[in-house]
């Protein structure tokens, strides 16, 4: 499997613009989370799905901030408008059911934002 | 959630072993200790986690104390390529969610 995919890797864009990160989850995992990391505030759980259905998004910053998972294989995290603030890595991982043997998220190699 | 404490920052030489100490006094019965590190540049990865007796796989070792109100991450020979952070996690497994909570972990520099 190719593991978690994010695209773009880096994104640049002007404060006001509408910005939109994309997530493909590994195949057969039916939990998927969206994180963000700054040097300030660590790595931060945003929001996770379980089958394509947000369980928790009480780590939402504000409503500029949105994220739909329309099908099992893709998911999308929005800010609009973009502000300088949400500078920062912003990271998708997804998960299989855990069980008490065994749990892990595996992480995507993250979305690099600049807001200017 | 239960909170875990960390060191910032520990240092340790090449082919040395490492000892990564976690503090988390108020864990509950239902709370599986998780250690995720995260290599620069790059997004976590998953080491190893256990509930009440030690762990061992290809990467590391997990010693939990006997009141579980400790742990410590073992790596056998450090390598260049171990320096990263490490975060020690609490995670409920009783519970409805699902969550992993990163704390500020420890910056673990490897010297050649």
């Known amino acids: 499997d190719a593991g978690v995919i994010q695209s773009p890797r880096h994104e640049v864009t002007e404060m006001g613009q509408e910005v939109t990160l994309r997530c493909k989850p590994i195949?057969?995992?039916?939990?998927l989370f969206w994180y963000r990391q700054t040097m300030m505030r660590g790595l931060e759980l945003l929001i996770y799905f379980n089958n394509n259905v947000p369980i928790d998004d009480s780590g939402m910053p504000e409503d500029r901030f949105s994220a739909k998972m329309p099908n099992a294989s893709f998911s999308t995290l929005k800010i609009q408008p973009s502000e300088p603030r949400d500078s920062a890595v912003y990271f998708c991982?997804?998960?299989?059911?855990?069980?008490?043997?065994?749990?892990?998220?595996?992480f995507g190699p993250g979305t690099r934002l600049t807001v200017t | 959630d239960a909170k875990t404490t960390q060191p910032n920052s520990m240092e340790s030489n090449e082919e040395e072993p490492v000892h990564l100490p976690c503090n988390h006094s108020?864990?509950?019965?239902?709370?599986?200790i998780h250690w995720y590190r995260q290599l620069p540049s790059q997004g976590p990865e998953y080491v190893i986690h256990g509930l009440t007796s030690n762990v061992n796989n290809r990467m590391a070792s997990l010693a939990i104390a006997e009141d579980r109100k400790s742990s410590t991450l073992i790596l056998h020979r450090a390598t260049l390529r171990d320096a990263a952070v490490y975060y020690c996690?609490?995670?409920?497994?009783?519970?409805?969610?699902?969550?992993?909570?990163f704390g500020t972990g420890t910056l673990l520099a490897v010297q050649p």
């Open positions: 195949s057969g995992h039916d939990y």
């Open positions: 996690i609490l995670r409920d497994y009783g519970g409805a969610t699902n969550k992993l909570i």
């Open positions: 108020t864990i509950s019965g239902t709370d599986y």
């Open positions: 991982a997804s998960s299989p059911t855990p069980d008490t043997a065994r749990y892990e998220q595996y």
